[in-house]
């Protein structure tokens, strides 16, 4: 179980930062994380796995505080917690194969890291992972010979490589058409039942949460306006969510324009 | 290349085959070359250390060199008026060169074969070749260095030049054809405005190199910089050697700057 | 053309702005006018004081015609044999295959300190400074200097080439590894991934075909400079010979064998080159 306690961070501009966030996130379930543009949806996934040092707070994985972890440590849970990116992220003159296997260099040696040395075991089960995301036949492709829904079942592969408990999506669909964007969510879903992952995705598309997710976390300007299964949104909670900002700052920006 | 049948193990395995073969052809040439010139890796490397704490001790101007400031100077600005006056010469010569040789603007095929070739032989040449055929006839004078210069940059420039006016957009020149623009017209008109800050950028990078090999030609034909470097250097004069070099490095790196930022106001 | 065709723009447009003036010239063009009007003035200046006092360009360009023909109409070899010539340019091509692979091999280490996006930026900014130094004295210079420390021959010659050629190749490295993207770097960062995994995992297949270009650019640099070398510092190579039968025994003959010698390897080179060039175009 995720659970994220009292959150803070705070950037020199307010936009992108965070207010007191917290939520929980469960195995076996699809999270989502919605709000407008600028809300801090990214701030949170990133700080979750401390790409992005947050002020203060707590983020219990299974009841280890990731914020507490030095850098040996930290670099353990992350290779425990996988990423997948609105850019896919892949490595493009290597093949698909050889992209899923980097999933393994965060558990090995500096030295096996640099020489990229692999177990026979480890290649089997990056083309079985392949072949789960229905890519088997692209395994030796390079990855931009690939188009962006197969480079994303790359990048999904490549989680799953890290045996990991967590895996964060980061805007996952926003450069996929609808056809990709269903079989990506559609993987993303089944691997929450069939392997018991914490799946957290930060999301601009509310119908596509409303469709997948099990769980909703709604954000504005930094600070939770909701939490809750996703059969208690309705149109007023995403009124609340999607609501302009209406502090009086804005409104003098507004005319002096 | 449809090798999808294979098993991963096999695609491994194969691609660690042919990292390890390059790797050993680069280890056989670098053992080769090292035997055939007599290179001691290891000796040699050691004494770098050395070497640059001799360079330190020697070579830091002393308030003796400062008499030699004068005529160093005076030096430099010549070689750096060489360096200039050879690339914008040559530059003119690689502009008429290039107008005639492009694909998109050549008069004839014949004509742009023929200047491409020459303009191949001429960057071929090293710029010690050039300094050793222009010693017999042009002595040891400023001019042996400007030409050696000039022939090496007509050689590149006229290569960059071609490349950079058929890199030009094809239609925008047919766009001048089309409302009946005569070949000079388009020419003057359309590919050299369309061009002129990729040329000149080019002109720029090569007096930064011109400035840099002037040294060298200086050094062979015994005029400039370079003639003044040997001079101080073989009568063990290494505190004023040493002030060259700084000077020359501090030119090199204003100059640098300089063009840095003419290319950038002019993009 | 606005500008010139006005007769009466009185009577033409009456409610227009007067003094609406279209300007054609824009600043980067003013820029770019003064710049080539200044080095157009510098260059007339230069030409009109370049020393030739002692020399008769009518002459001169006279001999040059006749020397030209002797080089390259009836090349020899001269007081060497063929034997000596071909052991030269062998000795040359292996400096500069030496000098680049060693070259390479450093500046790779070192451009990793220098670029960007891995390295702290005082470091980058520290190893930048210092390679923009060395790079800005000429090759020659270097060999000078180290054949006092090593003596004249090879190693003087290699140490003096592989120095310029590391500053000149940390440039170039430094500048591909920072056009990676930040985020493919961040996504194997994210997976606990340490740095130098990432290096030589993420960074260096992505790059494979820039540093294999410039390093061939600069094969080709250290060529042209191996021969200088020999020329300058007395290394045993092509260059030396060059130098010898073009100073002291003015052998036309033999300069334009070596020049022809030269100008084969340029063009196997060049061949070579997109050769390479064509392979990795069909790879991409």
Redesign the interface.
């Known amino acids: 179980m995720l659970k994220v306690i009292q959150l803070d961070k705070t950037y020199g501009s307010n936009k992108h930062s965070l207010k007191a966030v917290n939520f929980t996130a469960q195995p076996g379930e699809v999270t989502a994380i919605i709000g407008p543009s600028g809300a801090g949806k990214t701030t949170i996934l990133r700080s979750i796995?401390q790409?992005i040092r947050d002020d203060s707070g707590q983020i219990l994985l299974d009841d280890q505080d990731i914020r507490q972890a030095n850098k040996g440590e930290?670099?353990?849970?992350?290779?425990h917690?996988?990423?997948i990116?609105q850019?896919y992220?892949?490595?493009?003159?290597?093949?698909a194969?050889e992209n899923v296997l980097?999933?393994r260099?965060?558990?090995?040696s500096?030295v096996a890291?640099?020489?990229?040395l692999?177990s026979?075991d480890e290649?089997?089960e990056?083309?079985a992972l392949l072949d789960e995301v229905g890519l088997k036949?692209y395994?030796?492709q390079r990855c931009d010979q690939l188009s962006g829904g197969q480079q994303q079942r790359v990048g999904i592969a490549?989680?799953l490589m890290?045996h990991p408990k967590m895996i964060?999506c980061d805007e996952p669909i926003a450069s996929l058409d609808p056809k990709s964007t269903k079989i990506v969510m559609d993987i993303l879903r089944k691997l929450a039942r069939e392997k018991q992952l914490i799946i957290l995705i930060n999301l601009h598309q509310v119908d596509i949460a409303l469709e997948y997710a099990d769980h909703i976390v709604g954000i504005n300007s930094g600070a939770i306006v909701f939490e809750g299964p996703t059969d208690e949104v309705n149109d007023g909670v995403l009124q609340k969510i999607y609501r302009q900002a209406d502090q009086p700052g804005a409104v003098v920006t507004a005319n002096e324009n | 290349m449809k090798t999808n049948y294979q098993s991963p193990q096999q695609f491994y395995r194969q691609r660690r085959l042919r990292m390890l073969i390059v790797l050993l052809i680069l280890i056989g040439i670098y053992v080769g070359s090292m035997l055939l010139v007599k290179f001691q890796t290891w000796n040699s490397i050691v004494k770098i250390p050395a070497g640059l704490i001799w360079l330190f001790h020697n070579f830091i101007p002393t308030e003796r060199s400062i008499s030699y400031l004068g005529p160093i100077l005076y030096q430099l600005w010549r070689t750096l008026l060489v360096s200039i006056s050879s690339t914008i010469v040559a530059s003119i010569f690689a502009l008429m060169a290039a107008i005639l040789g492009a694909k998109t603007t050549t008069p004839h095929r014949s004509v742009s074969l023929v200047i491409r070739f020459g303009a191949s032989l001429l960057r071929n040449i090293p710029v010690v070749a050039w300094a050793m055929i222009l010693l017999f006839s042009f002595k040891q004078s400023d001019f042996t260095g400007f030409l050696a210069l000039f022939f090496m940059t007509l050689g590149y420039l006229t290569r960059a030049f071609t490349e950079t006016i058929e890199d030009l957009d094809a239609e925008k020149i047919q766009a001048l054809q089309a409302v009946g623009a005569n070949y000079f017209q388009c020419v003057f008109c359309g590919v050299l405005p369309e061009a002129a800050s990729t040329l000149t950028s080019w002109v720029l990078y090569m007096i930064e190199n011109n400035l840099r090999d002037a040294t060298l030609v200086g050094l062979l034909t015994g005029t400039g910089v370079g003639f003044l470097f040997d001079t101080y250097f073989k009568s063990f004069r290494y505190d004023a050697a040493g002030l060259i070099v700084l000077l020359i490095a501090i030119l090199v790196i204003l100059l640098e700057l300089t063009s840095t930022q003419i290319r950038r106001a002019i993009a | 053309m606005i500008e010139n065709s006005q007769p009466n723009p009185n009577a033409l447009q009456p409610s227009a702005p007067k003094s609406k003036h279209i300007s054609l010239v824009t600043k980067p063009r003013k820029i770019l006018r003064t710049v080539l009007a200044v080095l157009a003035i510098i260059s007339i200046y230069s030409l009109a004081t370049l020393n030739s006092s002692n020399l008769n360009l009518a002459d001169a360009f006279h001999s040059l015609g006749v020397n030209l023909n002797a080089m390259f109409l009836h090349p020899s070899v001269g007081q060497d044999s063929w034997g000596q010539l071909l052991q030269a340019l062998v000795t040359s091509v292996s400096l500069a295959l030496l000098t680049t692979l060693l070259g390479a091999v450093v500046a790779f280490f070192i451009a990793v300190g220098a670029a960007r996006n891995l390295a702290p930026s005082w470091l980058a900014t520290g190893i930048k400074a210092v390679m923009a130094f060395i790079r800005a004295i000429p090759t020659i210079l270097w060999v000078l200097i180290y054949s006092v420390v090593m003596g004249i021959g090879a190693s003087a010659a290699v140490v003096g080439l592989t120095f310029h050629s590391v500053a000149y190749l940390v440039k170039a490295y430094s500048e591909s590894i920072e056009e990676t993207s930040q985020d493919t770097i961040e996504a194997l960062k994210a997976s606990g991934v340490g740095f130098w995994p990432i290096v030589f995992q993420a960074i260096l297949p992505s790059i494979v075909p820039a540093l294999l270009s410039w390093t061939f650019i600069r094969f080709e640099i250290n060529f042209a400079n191996a021969v200088a070398v020999g020329a300058a510092a007395g290394a045993d190579d092509i260059g030396y010979f060059l130098f010898m039968a073009g100073n002291f025994y003015f052998n036309f003959h033999e300069v334009g064998l070596i020049v022809y010698l030269l100008l084969g390897v340029a063009i196997v080179l060049e061949l070579i080159s997109m050769k390479l060039r064509g392979h990795y175009l069909k790879h991409n």
Do not use: C, V, W
């Open positions: 796995n790409l930290l670099r353990k849970i992350r290779h917690i996988g990423m990116f850019n992220n892949l490595i493009n003159p290597l093949t194969l980097h999933g260099l965060g558990a090995k500096t890291g640099m020489l990229g692999y026979d290649k089997s990056a083309l036949e395994a030796y490549r989680a890290q964060l």
